[in-house]
């Protein structure tokens, strides 16, 4: 039945298919100047039941301590019993799409009329139990954020896509909602079914990023080709760099194979040279990296555990952003112009592919031919000191390449191949390397003669040195210890000083597309 439901709705056109009264995805901006913004949105309120945070409380940590621009909640797609401040929800339990109609958007709404947050931007959205797979952070703009809209949004994809019991809905909208949709919220078919509705019904204006993919054993790499192909314009990035980066074993990455924990606080998917992202991009895919807090706590109220970092205090997403509100964000996020960043390593990033008038940045695409040399150009700024009161220094930036040889077809060898060989560091630029500007950046530059192959390439850079004890090893990062010191206070130390010893920064990469005389693309 499932299997005949999927096929119905990958044949529906968009317009065949009803949601939220007939409304329609927002257009995309074009055309507008933009600014480069730092954003989160992957912050847990009391609304997630392991969570020790105020909605209030994680606004005033995100925007007016630490400096974000935008912030998106992500509270567990489950039922919930306590509302933004903590405190007992009257009667019991209620689900997520509910405490955000009644407590959460609200709130929003409020604190931002108040004006007690100007000029940010802030959104509610969801952390997901994918079917049969691990959680992914969902939102759903809609073309009202935080309105009426957005709730009704939630609440379908809450009863359509979790095990909620009917009795929470409104009999009418269940009515409608499964007039065009079968519930479906226990297999990996039924996940499929899940991205494809949102692919199908809000492809402008939602996101879905994997989070913390290496966590568990669940994932194989022809899942990921799957769901990028079922839902390219949503399901379109992952937390390469994972939240939760005070837990002892940092990221909360504890298994005990090499791919299920963590390499300078990176997901195995992100920090393997060679590993699945650069598989995924080898096929040309637009899958981007990002990073999060994921926060719960920094150290709970007992002192007895720590969590992870406030938004904003450890890693920062850098994004381009065409416009002031999250449709903008959003839009920002699936364009591939950005980067992800531990510890403030670097506070800006101007990395561009080009030969005289065409020009490619991170996520762009450059079209070039066979024999032509283009020159890809790297500017960055690191601040004076971040948030630990460290003073801050890149040792050294990788520029990365590999070959873009086509997507894999579903069914054959490569379409389970998690691994791309052509993958390399192309150059490893140090100080001896760059020079300051005058408008304050370190830049450097590096010709590429353009073979008769598709290439992409990405940055990656670090304040270690390319062999350090415990850390790196050829210039690759080493697993990630736990810290096991029994004395909570020390223990806590320790991981803190781990983690700010230890700092990354990933971009995006740009595509080269490489072409013949007689076939330019241009």
């Known amino acids: ?76 797609l489950r039922m919930e019993k306590r509302d933004d401040e903590g405190r007992d929800i009257s009667g019991g339990p209620v689900p997520l799409s509910k405490g955000m109609a009644d407590y959460q958007v609200p709130k929003i709404n409020s604190l931002m009329k108040a004006g007690q947050f100007p000029g940010k931007i802030m959104f509610t959205s969801f952390e997901w139990d994918i079917p049969n797979y691990e959680h992914a952070g969902v939102g759903l703009v809609t ?3 935080n309105s009426s809209e957005l709730l009704k949004a939630v609440s379908q994809f809450e009863y359509l896509f979790t095990n909620r019991e009917a009795k929470y809905f409104d009999s009418a909208d269940i009515a409608r909602w499964e ?13 499929r079914i899940a991205f494809q509705w949102l692919e199908q019904n809000m492809r402008k204006n939602s996101f879905l990023i994997f989070n913390h993919p290496s966590r568990k054993t ?53 920090a393997k040279l060679g590993g699945a992202w650069d598989a995924l991009l080898g096929e040309g895919r637009h899958f981007w990296n990002f990073s999060n807090s994921d926060a719960h706590f920094h150290i709970s109220e007992n002192r007895l555990y720590s969590s992870g970092y406030a938004p904003g205090e450890y890693s920062k997403n850098y994004t381009y952003v065409k416009g002031n509100d999250m449709q903008a964000v959003l839009e920002g996020m699936r364009s591939g112009k950005s980067y992800s960043v531990f510890g403030d390593l670097i506070n800006a990033l101007d990395f561009k592919a080009g030969k005289g008038s065409r020009k490619a940045e991170m996520g762009e695409t450059l079209t070039a031919k066979k024999g032509d040399v283009i020159t890809l150009k790297i500017r960055f700024k690191s601040p004076q000191k971040n948030n630990n009161g460290d003073p801050v220094k890149v040792d050294h930036i990788d520029l990365i390449s590999g070959v873009v040889s086509g997507k894999a077809k579903p069914g054959t060898d490569a379409y389970d191949k998690e691994t791309n060989t052509s ?77 700010y010893n230890d700092l990354w920064f990933y971009s995006n990469p740009i595509f080269v597309d490489s072409v013949s005389k007689t076939n330019r693309k241009w």
Do not use: C
């Not at 925007?63 to 621009?69: E, I, R």
């Not at 007039?179 to 919220?185: D, E, G, K, L």
């Not at 090499?258 to 997901?267: F, H, L, S």
């Not at 140090?430 to 590096?446: A, F, L, Q, R």
């Open 1 to 76: 039945m499932k299997k005949k439901h999927l096929a119905l709705l990958l044949s529906l056109p968009l317009s065949a298919i009803s949601f939220m009264n007939g409304a329609s995805a927002a257009p995309l901006a074009k055309h507008q100047p933009g600014k480069w913004m730092t954003g989160e949105y992957h912050v847990h309120t009391f609304q997630s039941d392991d969570a020790q945070y105020s909605l209030s409380g994680v606004m005033d940590l995100g925007f007016n301590k630490y400096g974000l621009d935008w912030m998106a909640t992500s509270d567990h």
């Open 143 to 145: 073309n009202k954020p």
């Open 179 to 191: 007039s065009n949709t079968s519930r479906a919220y226990s297999t990996a078919e039924d996940a």
């Open 218 to 270: 669940v994932y194989t790499i022809a899942d990921f080709r799957d769901f990028n192909n079922l839902a390219p314009t949503v399901a379109f990035g992952f937390e390469g760099m994972v939240g939760n980066q005070m837990e002892p074993d940092r990221g909360g990455l504890n298994l005990e194979t090499p791919a299920n924990r963590t390499y300078g606080g990176a997901d195995y998917m992100l």
């Open 423 to 499: 993958t390399k560091v192309l150059k490893r630029f140090t100080s001896k390397d760059w020079k300051m500007s005058k408008d304050g950046y370190y830049e450097m530059s590096y010709p590429v003669k353009v073979t008769d192959k598709d290439m992409y390439f990405r940055l990656r850079g670090t304040n270690l040195g390319v062999n350090v004890s415990g850390e790196t090893l050829n210039g690759e990062p080493l697993v990630d210890a736990k810290s096991t010191t029994e004395d909570n206070e020390a223990r806590f130390k320790e991981i803190n000083e781990r983690n």
